[in-house]
C-alpha cells in the first residue's frame, strides 16, 4: 500500500519563528500557477489513514507511514466503516488505496470540535492503478463506501486562498475555525521530478 505523499507548504518558513515569509514559494511551480484556478478542501485536524484493497488478499489499514500509529478506538471504527464484504462488493476485482483523515475525541487537542464522543473518517484522494482519482470520481467512491469526502471551500487562486485564510475560514464541522485549507490545481499537475503539486495553507502560517 503505497504512503501518501508530504503536502509542500505554499511558502519557506522563517527560521526562528516558523511562520510563512509570504512571497517566497517552497516551489517554483506554486509561484508559476499561482494565478490559475485552484480547488481548496478544509483541512481536518485529525491523523492520516491509509486503507489499502487487493481482491485475492485483502484489506490493510494504517497510517501515513507503515511505521505510525493508529489508536485502537480509532482503528476499530475503521474495520466498522470498511468491511471486506463492502471492499469487495465495490472494488470486485480492482486494488484500491483510499486516503483519509481519521479525526474527533482524543485525536489531536481539537478532535473534540469535530466530535465530541467519537470519531471518523473522512476521504480526501484515492489511488487506483497508480493515478490519482478525480474529485467526482473520489466523490462517488464514498458515497458508493457510505463514508465523508473532505468538502471544497472554495475555488479560485493563491491570492484568494490567502485573503480567506487572513479572514478566517470556518469550519464546516461547526464553530470554529478550519485548521487550514489544502489546495490542489483543479487540473491534476505535477513536478519535473514527477511528484504531486498540492499545497496546504493554515491559520496559524501566518
Given at each position: 500500500?503505497?504512503?501518501?505523499?508530504k503536502?509542500?507548504?505554499?511558502?519557506?518558513?522563517?527560521?526562528k519563528?516558523?511562520?510563512?515569509?509570504?512571497?517566497?514559494?517552497?516551489?517554483?511551480?506554486?509561484?508559476?500557477?499561482?494565478?490559475?484556478?485552484?480547488?481548496?478542501?478544509e483541512?481536518i485536524?485529525?491523523?492520516?489513514?491509509?486503507i489499502?484493497w487487493?481482491?485475492?488478499v485483502?484489506?490493510?489499514?494504517?497510517?501515513?507511514?507503515?511505521n505510525a500509529?493508529?489508536?485502537?478506538?480509532?482503528?476499530?471504527?475503521?474495520?466498522?466503516?470498511?468491511p471486506?464484504?463492502?471492499l469487495?462488493?465495490?472494488?470486485?476485482?480492482?486494488?484500491?488505496?483510499?486516503?483519509?483523515e481519521g479525526?474527533?475525541?482524543?485525536?489531536?487537542?481539537?478532535g473534540?470540535?469535530?466530535?465530541?464522543?467519537?470519531?471518523?473518517?473522512?476521504l480526501?484522494?484515492?489511488?487506483?492503478?497508480?493515478?490519482?482519482?478525480?474529485r467526482?470520481?473520489?466523490?462517488?467512491?464514498?458515497?458508493?463506501l457510505?463514508?465523508n469526502?473532505?468538502?471544497?471551500?472554495m475555488?479560485?487562486?493563491?491570492?484568494?486562498?490567502?485573503?480567506?485564510?487572513?479572514?478566517?475560514?470556518?469550519?464546516t464541522?461547526?464553530?470554529?475555525l478550519?485548521?487550514?485549507?489544502v489546495?490542489?490545481?483543479?487540473?491534476?499537475?505535477f513536478?519535473?521530478?514527477?511528484k504531486?503539486?498540492?499545497?496546504?495553507?493554515k491559520?496559524?502560517?501566518?
Open positions: 500500500m503505497k504512503e501518501y505523499h503536502i509542500q507548504s505554499l511558502f519557506k518558513r522563517d527560521e519563528t516558523h511562520k510563512f515569509i509570504v512571497g517566497e514559494y517552497s516551489l517554483p511551480e506554486l509561484y508559476y500557477l499561482r494565478d490559475n484556478e485552484w480547488t481548496m478542501t483541512k485536524d485529525g491523523t492520516n489513514i491509509r489499502g487487493i481482491p485475492e485483502g484489506k490493510k489499514v494504517g497510517g501515513r507511514t507503515d500509529q493508529t489508536p485502537t478506538f480509532l482503528l476499530d471504527k475503521l474495520q466498522y466503516l470498511f471486506d464484504k463492502l469487495s462488493d465495490v472494488f470486485p476485482s480492482t486494488e484500491v488505496s483510499l486516503y483519509g479525526y474527533g475525541a482524543k485525536i489531536q487537542k481539537g473534540g470540535n469535530y466530535i465530541p464522543d467519537g470519531c471518523d473518517f473522512i480526501f484522494d484515492v489511488m487506483i492503478g497508480g493515478w490519482w482519482l478525480e467526482e470520481n473520489v466523490e462517488d467512491i464514498a458515497r458508493k457510505h463514508i469526502v473532505v468538502p471544497i471551500i475555488r479560485g487562486t493563491i491570492h484568494d486562498a490567502i485573503m480567506a485564510i487572513h479572514g478566517g475560514v470556518g469550519s464541522f461547526g464553530d470554529f478550519a485548521e487550514g485549507m489546495l490542489k490545481p483543479t487540473t491534476e499537475l513536478t519535473r521530478n514527477g504531486r503539486i498540492v499545497t496546504k495553507i491559520h496559524r502560517d501566518f
